[in-house]
């Protein structure tokens, strides 16, 4: 009777908790991809421009007053002792951020600018999301990448990427703009969108390169299989032409007999 109560219980738990976790996976934005984002784009542009003294334009999608989650982010929760962490608008303890973003999406939206509508998650292709916030790979990503190191064939995606990347920096910092020195282009266009067009490409490379490895290993697999199988074929005659050997000499010896 115990443990069908448990049974019932855990049923239970698993049956409410599993659909709030979910209602993260199907926003339309997401908070951790948003952060990833977030450092990315302090990084490779936030950063460079506050060094240069030049200010971003007001449209830049990349400006702290449209990022949608940051008022959140920076002022709604903070990470308490054993790694937990703490909703600062309701006091309320969670073992995993996730499960305070989750809190924080259904009973804190209103703490949330109306006029930061933007969702920087929508900007991970040119930031390079897929590398992560480590500062080695950021950095080779804005420079290694710069030289044309790693380059590799052209893809339309590529191409892609490299246009989507100009034109948001272009929005950012018009052409017009006062101070807008070829050492800050360098620094931030070509290293920036050069960085996210190859990475594409070499992604696609990548991907190519590794079909022929695929099909060899498959190859080599049914190879190995054929030559099992025509052993074990050549292993099974042999006994049975032994066995059918020795059943006749028996029979012949006791004929003798």
């Known amino acids: 009777m115990i443990c069908l109560t448990l049974l019932l219980l855990a049923t239970a738990t698993h049956a409410t908790s599993t659909p709030m976790i979910d209602l993260l996976d199907k926003d339309s934005c997401s908070r951790q991809t948003s952060r990833t984002a977030r450092k990315l784009a302090h990084f490779h542009i936030i950063q460079p421009a506050i060094k240069a003294a030049i200010a971003m334009s007001t449209e830049c999608p990349f400006q702290p007053s449209l990022d949608q989650y940051l008022e959140h982010e920076t002022h709604g929760k903070v990470q308490t002792y054993r790694d937990y962490w703490q909703c600062t608008y309701s006091g309320k303890t969670f073992k995993t951020e996730r499960y305070l973003d989750l809190h924080l999406q259904r009973f804190w939206n209103n703490k949330m600018t109306a006029s930061a509508t933007e969702c920087l998650a929508n900007w991970c292709d040119v930031l390079g999301c897929h590398l992560g916030t480590d500062k080695e790979k950021m950095t080779a990503y804005s420079t290694t990448k710069r030289h044309g190191k790693g380059m590799s064939t052209n893809t339309e995606e590529g191409d892609r990427i490299e246009h989507k990347c100009r034109a948001v920096l272009h929005a950012c910092f018009p052409p017009s703009r006062d101070g807008l020195s070829h050492r800050f282009k360098d620094e931030v266009f070509d ?67």
């Open 191 to 257: 290293a920036l969108c050069l960085a996210s067009s190859r990475a594409e490409r070499d992604s696609k490379h990548s991907q190519h390169a590794m079909e022929p490895s695929r099909t060899s290993i498959r190859t080599y697999f049914w190879y190995a299989l054929v030559a099992l199988v025509t052993f074990a074929s050549v292993v099974f005659y042999t006994c049975y032409f032994l066995q059918r050997v020795g059943s006749r000499v028996d029979s012949d010896l006791k004929k003798k007999l």
